[in-house]
């Protein structure tokens, strides 16, 4: 097995994935299809514990974490580009998941982002929080956030990350960059938090928030005058604000759905779809919290239902409903009707088929 070859391949055939996996061939992953290399053998337990030894190069702090938790998330060097990398067990053999992060951020106008999320990072204090599944490009819009703060405004920002993925040079802005784990710059998300109320940063970069502790601490570093951005891992903004509500005991979610409703200034849940043009194409959701969502927030009973019609009622500040999102991308020619009916529940599709209707009338008559 020649681990060099694997990584040489992935790099040409740009390919934003690498799964190792005994039994198969090396796999990549390209604008989202699964396709083997087809010139390389079956990986065997041997290659894969030589793929392991080549990733961990004999760390012991890295082999104890997955000797004693089974897995392993590091991040990993090689030529000119980093790799994020995660170890996992089966069959009591190592399995490994190579993420390949682009050398240069892509432009933010060319994200397809909209422009409320960059005009919220000028608040002085408060959260935001981008989310969305697993490989729906939560890294590259909060790394793109940075890049536009970095370049635009003069903060200290500090960022905590497992692992670290793209590596940030200070321009405007002073930039201090990280890593969560076990023999790293610091031990948990949370003990990060802490610690940055005494670092004088301005703002606050939280890689992922995955627990009610550094939930906590996030949120009484938003409430000390920073701005505190983060993701979490959620499918939509109704969704992140049931998550967050729920990291507490019911005796303690009033009052933290009154911070919530204080601290929150916008929610960005986003998702991935392979365009017509067989490139990836970002479908957000855009909750700006105003008086009326601050409301339903602070209600005894979260509605989702509410949360999506306040998001719907709200586009002249900036907020962006999921099925606006997929109505627009359709009209443009960006993604099939199917695609955008996909994406959404079965009782939606008629205002789905309305609001394109709207939106090509629109265009017809910007046209004429």
Known sequence: ???????????????????????NKPILRIARDLKEIEDMKELTEADMTEAYDYLVKGNVNKDEVYTTTKKLDISYEYKDIRLRVNISSSDEIPTCTLRIIKNELPPYESLGIPDVVRRMTYQ??????????????????????????????????????????????????????????????????????????????????????????????????AESGHLVIGTLHTKSCAET???????????????????????????VSQRLLKGTNEKLVLVPEVMVVDNIV???????????????????SNLEKGSIGLIN???????????TLEQAKSQIEEKNQDILNRTIMQLKIKKSMRNN
């Open 124 to 221: 002085p204090q408060g959260l935001i929080l981008v989310t969305g599944k697993t490989n729906s490009g939560k890294s590259t819009t909060l790394n793109s956030m940075i890049d536009y703060i970095n370049e635009n405004q003069n903060k200290k920002i500090l960022t905590l990350e497992n692992p670290i993925e793209y590596k940030h040079h200070s321009k405007k802005s002073l930039i201090v960059q990280k890593e969560v784990g076990k023999g790293r710059d610091v031990l948990t998300f949370s003990d990060g938090v802490k610690n940055s109320l005494r670092e004088d940063c301005d703002i606050l970069v939280i890689g992922e928030i995955r627990d009610r502790t550094t939930m906590e601490a996030a949120i009484e570093m």
């Open 1 to 23: 097995m020649n681990m060099n070859k694997i990584l040489d391949i992935a790099m040409e055939k740009d390919a934003s994935d690498v799964h190792m996996i005994c039994g």
């Open 325 to 335: 999102s997929l109505a627009e991308l359709f009209v443009e020619d960006k993604i």
């Open 294 to 312: 601050a409301g339903i927030i602070r209600k005894d009973k979260l509605s989702v239902s509410e949360i999506e019609d306040a998001i719907q």
């Open 241 to 267: 604000i049931d998550r967050m509500i729920n990291f507490y005991e019911v005796r303690d979610q009033a009052s933290v759905k009154y911070l919530l409703s204080a601290l929150l200034k916008l929610v």
